[in-house]
Every structure is written in structure tokens, then in C-alpha cells.
């Protein structure tokens, strides 16, 4: 750890993180323990592990999971198919077992003469049971090959970012190994940084009217998904391809007209719907009698 | 005093273990905390509150349902600690409002501030008031200033346009952060959804291979078939399905009529969430027959003993209910409200709970109003305890009682 005690993360010209976010990364750095992630949709929590690679200049090794994937295969996996092929056709590979254990992104992070970065990216899709199987390997940072009899250890601990989106429960003991921080929505300020750092040319009143319009539209009640700082940039950029003056986002009622291109924005059909309705009702009743 | 927190928090029902409490020593002992750039090169303190309170939840609390409670804690726990770390009020970036104060003052005034005993004595006069003030307001979640009562409006400008505490100010801003309690909502007993009310059904699944071996092995075939070494060996599985089987009691009407939302989207969820899921309805306690349809609940009954004998015992039994009522309608004979019953509830009650050992009753008054209401202590008894609130975490709760 000593080593690298002097390099900290501080975002980078492409991520802006907050204060809290810094903080949190740079205590998980320090003690070598995983940082949990959990946000919003679409609030950066994959693009972190990234940047923090890059900032630290750490190699990134990205294991994303699936609601079929087993803890196994992060650890290795044996090939039998291989193995079959190759004592069919008589191959002398196959009276060693060790070449067919594939490493997974575990052990291949394990074995980085550098320290790296994992990244678990949305752990919560997977079985139930999935985290508590890492348990041991995440707290030592090691595991046990059973087929060679070999013990895989961490050259030097990396950085484990997990991502998660709450969709189950992630047992307590997988926690307790873990810092955890929540990505919150981003306010205004934070906003216009992010907004800059992607689009640097911005003019400054498209973006401060496309932000109030991404806000309104965030406040409407009872929308399925709200959308997302990466649906505003993705909005924005068709904004920009598309050459809409920042006029045509204004409104003096906040809900009487259609924002253009709000396809970006809204992603499902009822979400839609009930917008287009609001923006009907209000119309309907600021008309004068 | 760390300890004392830490018992705090446990107090205020936030999860945290020896070992997460020992990290965050940990972390407090390597000195350089672990800090952002960000911060470093403000040239701030080296050590501040807002950093401690963020590096502790960091470690200490895994759950943003928890934030809340933690802040609560925290800001109880802490209040009047930041003095120690002096840097907070006294640190107030005094040129920042000085810039900002100056660029919005005619010359007139400027000459009446200078009358008035300067800069420094107006920002000595400023930040009395802001003391002051923040003793008034803390136990509100508001900002100072943003209220435009300040005394501070007196020399003809308004607070609001400073806006202490919301842009530049961000030390002041960290003194507050707890006390806005931005996390409030993210309690979880508070909303309910049918989406979440899933995945805490979800906790009841149970995955099992049952019945006839139909279906092709891949995996395991060519998996043994290789460690036999190209010995052919087929491997059969039955189908995987969820073999959760559910026996679902529903109170209608009366008292129930205020709790119709939180059922229905308690009843839709499990409805796609089990695949064996049989129901009932019946009114505050359940008698003699229950029934299927409620249009048809005068004419088209089923006798209770009749679903006793239907349905094995691995069934889960749960009840929804309010058990709001008088004790008479569990206790006894003829209590019912609606007909004559010639055994009590309570008599049914214990018949329907000896054939499905695994049972819940979930009642969406809130929890605190149980202790209240004799038919409730009734049947919590009849229950042994096992009655949850209808909330997620109660869901929760229940969900892990069944399995």
C-alpha cells in the first residue's frame, strides 16, 4: 500500500466526481478494501472504475456480470471440451491439466505484476448467492485452484470497484468487507461541470435552458425512470447535431410545451404518455375561457 | 467517543459491525486521511468534519436506506464538535462575500459601510448573526439565509442574493450537509411498489428439479463425459422451476377498505411472482368459509375444511389483514359480525396454522399501533409473534420467517 500512498484520485478532464466520491475511492485505495457503488441509472458508477484506472494509471480488468454468471468463473474455469478435443486427436497437451484452467478476471487481476483495478459491474444481477462465494477471495484476496492444487494470491491487492443497481439484497457479510457509497442525483452546479466537461463549446444558454428542461422534466410526478445525467448528455448532443436554438427550450409555463427531441429523455412509453398528457392538461387550463 | 457513536448508531438501528468500526480506526490512524485533490489544493484544513463525516459513512454504512439514520445520529452525535475543528465558521471564505457583496454595492453605500466600522467589523457583525441564527434553526433542516429574515437584510441588501450556503461557501455548506437529511426518503419503510415488493417476495423462491428426468444434462454430460475421458456419458435433469407453493388469506372490506392499495399491489406481485399461488378472502377473521370472488361472496363460499384438506402442508400460509376488531370476533362463538359462527375464529385460526406450519399474518397498520389494539395483541399471540407490518422491510422480515 506504502507504495502507492502518494498517488490519490481526484476525477480526471472527462469524469467530474464529487467531494464525498473522491473521498470514498481514496479511503477503499488506502485500506485496499472493494468499494461498493450503488446510484441511479446512469449516474457513472461503470465509467468510475475507468477513470480511476486511467487517473491512477492502474490496468483495468472488467468483469461484467450476468444473471447466469457463477463466482467461479471470475476465479477459472476448466475447459473440458478442450481437454476432449485434444485426447481425441491425441494431442500431448492433455496428460496436463493446468493448460486447460482459464483464469478468470479475478485471478488475472491477481496476477498483475502492477497493481490493478477490477471492476464487478452490477453485481446484483446475479444469483443471490453469488457475493457470498467471493467472500474469502475478496477478504484475503486469494483462492485455491483445486484441479492443479494450487494457491493463487494477490501479487498486490487491486482496487475492486462493484457496481450495483439494488436489484437484490446483497448479503451482510459481503458488506461488511466493503466501503460503500451512494452516487446521489448531481445538483445544478454539479450538473453544468459534468455538462462542460463533456460538450467544452456548450453555448451557455442552450445549456442553462436545457438543463432547466431536463430538470422539469425530472420533477414531473410519476414518471417510471426519471431520466439521468447520461441521457441529458446524450440529449444535448442531439441537440447539438440537430442545431436547436436555445429559444425553442423555453417556455413560461414550465409544463405547456414539449421539449424537442425528448425521445432521449423519456425511455418508456407510459413515461411518455403521461408527459404528453400533463403538458395537454396544462395547456387545456391555462387557455383563457 | 468514537465508541459512544458507534453505540449510537446501533441504537438507531444502522447495521454496523465491530469490524467496519475497526476500518474506520484504521483509516483515522494512517493520519494522511485520504484525501481529494480537490480539497488539498483549496488549501483547507487537513482534517475537517465534513471529511470525517463522509469517510465514516463511506465505511460504516452500506446502505443508503441507512443515510438517513446515520445522519441523524451524526448530527446529534457531533453537534457542536465542529468548533473544535475551527476551520468551519471561522474560515468562511470572508473575500468571497467581500468580492461578491462589493460587485452589488453603489458607492453610497460603500461609504455608509466604511460609517459603520469597515469590512471587518460588518463580516464580525455577519457571521454573529449567522451563529445565531444557525442556534435558532437547528432543528429545521433549513438554510441559513435563504429564509431572508436575517438581520443582515437591515443594511439594504438581501441575504438571498449572498446566498450563503448554497455556491461558494462550501465549508458552510459542509457543516449542514447532514442536517439536510437528503437520504429521508430512502427509508425503507416507507414506499412500497409492486417492483420491490417482488424482490422481497423473490426471497421466498425456491428453485428445485422435481418430477421426470427430461431434459438433456449439456453441461453435465460433456462435463463427465471429459473427466471420463471421452467415455460418453448422458446426463438427465427435470425441468428447474420455482417450487414455492403459496396459500394467500385476504381481509376485505371494513377497516381493510383504507389499506386496498398496499394489498393490491402486494396481490399483483405475488400473483406473477409464484407460480402455485391459491387465495382467499374473508372478512376480520376467518370462520367456517372463506371465499374466492368477492362479487360473489354471498353465494359462492368454500368451506374452510374443505381448503384444509385441499392443499399439503408444504404450502406457505400468509394473511393480510388489519386484525382490527373486536376481541369477541376471535374469542367467541357467534363474535362474527356478519353471521352466526358456531365455533370462534380463534378455533379456526389454530386449525389453519396446525396444517401449514409456515405462516405470516402482515398487517398494514403501522407497527406502533399494535400494542394498542386487543384484537391484534390476540392474534399475535395465536401467531407466535409471527406478524410483520406490510412494509418492505416488514415483507422482508416475514419472507425470511417462511423460509
Known sequence: MSADGNRRFGGSDSYVATDELMLAVNAAVTLGRPLLIKGEPGTGKTQLAQEVARALERPLFEWHIKSTSKAQQGLYEYDAVSRLRDSQLGDQRVHDIANYIVPGMLWRAFDHEQQAVLLIDEIDKADIEFPNDLLRELDRMEFYVYETRQLVTARQRPIVIITSNNEKELPDAFLRRCFFHYIRFPDTATMERIVAVHFPGLKRQLLAEALGAFYRIREVPGLKKKPSTSELLDWIKLLLAEDIPPEALRSDDPKTTVPPLYGALLKNEQDVHLFEQLVFMHRRAGRPS | ?403
Not at chain 2, 450537509?177 to 423462491?205: C, H, P
Not at chain 2, 475421458?229 to 446426463?235: E, K, M, N, T, V
Not at chain 2, 394489498?263 to 406481485?269: I, K, R, V
Not at chain 2, 409456515?358 to 390476540?378: A, G, K, M, Y
Open chain 2, 1 to 403: 467517543m468514537l465508541i459512544r457513536f458507534f453505540e449510537l448508531l446501533r441504537a438507531a438501528g444502522v447495521p454496523v459491525s465491530i469490524t467496519e468500526f475497526l476500518a474506520l480506526l484504521e483509516v483515522l490512524e494512517k493520519g494522511t486521511l485520504p484525501f481529494s485533490a480537490a480539497t488539498a489544493e483549496k488549501g483547507s484544513v487537513p482534517f475537517s468534519v465534513e471529511a470525517f463525516y463522509w469517510l465514516a459513512r463511506t465505511v460504516l454504512v452500506k446502505d443508503e436506506r441507512h443515510y438517513d439514520r446515520f445522519d441523524r445520529v451524526f448530527a446529534a452525535h457531533f453537534k457542536g464538535v465542529e468548533q473544535a475543528f475551527e476551520a468551519i465558521v471561522a474560515d468562511i471564505p470572508a473575500e468571497w462575500l467581500r468580492k461578491h457583496l462589493e460587485g452589488t454595492l453603489s458607492d453610497e453605500e460603500k461609504a455608509k459601510i466604511a460609517a459603520l466600522g469597515g469590512w471587518d467589523k460588518l463580516m464580525e457583525e455577519l457571521r454573529k448573526r449567522l451563529a445565531e441564527q444557525k442556534g435558532a434553526h437547528h432543528g429545521g433542516n433549513k438554510w441559513i439565509g435563504t429564509g431572508g429574515t436575517s438581520p443582515f437584510g437591515a443594511y439594504g441588501y438581501n441575504p438571498e442574493g449572498i446566498r450563503i450556503g448554497q455556491d461558494g461557501s462550501r465549508n458552510r455548506r459542509a457543516v449542514k450537509v447532514w442536517d439536510r437529511r437528503e437520504f429521508a426518503n430512502l427509508d425503507d419503510s416507507v414506499e412500497l411498489g409492486t417492483r420491490n415488493i417482488k424482490l422481497a417476495l423473490r426471497r421466498l423462491r425456491r428453485f428445485a428439479r422435481q418430477g421426470a428426468a427430461d431434459q438433456l444434462d449439456l453441461d453435465g454430460t460433456i462435463d463427465s463425459t471429459a473427466r471420463k475421458a471421452g467415455l460418453l456419458d448422458i446426463h438427465m435433469v427435470p425441468e428447474r422451476h420455482n417450487a414455492v407453493k403459496v396459500l394467500l388469506f385476504l381481509d376485505v372490506g371494513g377497516s381493510m377498505d383504507e389499506h386496498v392499495r398496499a394489498c393490491e399491489e402486494l396481490f399483483s406481485a405475488a400473483r406473477t411472482e409464484f407460480k402455485h399461488l391459491e387465495y382467499y378472502y374473508f372478512h376480520n377473521f376467518v370462520y367456517e368459509s372463506v371465499w374466492k370472488d368477492n362479487a360473489r361472496r354471498y353465494s359462492e363460499r368454500t368451506p374452510t375444511t374443505e381448503v384444509l384438506r385441499t392443499y399439503p402442508h408444504d404450502y406457505k400460509l400468509i394473511f393480510v389483514g388489519d386484525a382490527s376488531m373486536s376481541p369477541y370476533e376471535i374469542v367467541q362463538a357467534g363474535g362474527s359480525i356478519e353471521h352466526w359462527n358456531e365455533e370462534p375464529g380463534a378455533a379456526w385460526m389454530r386449525r389453519l396454522l396446525a396444517t401449514w406450519p409456515h405462516h405470516v399474518w402482515l398487517n398494514p397498520e403501522p407497527e406502533e399501533r399494535w400494542e394498542w389494539t386487543p384484537s391484534i395483541r390476540l392474534t399475535r399471540e395465536l401467531l407466535e409473534d409471527r406478524m410483520f407490518p406490510l412494509t418492505l422491510e416488514g415483507l422482508d422480515r416475514a419472507m425470511r420467517g417462511l423460509q
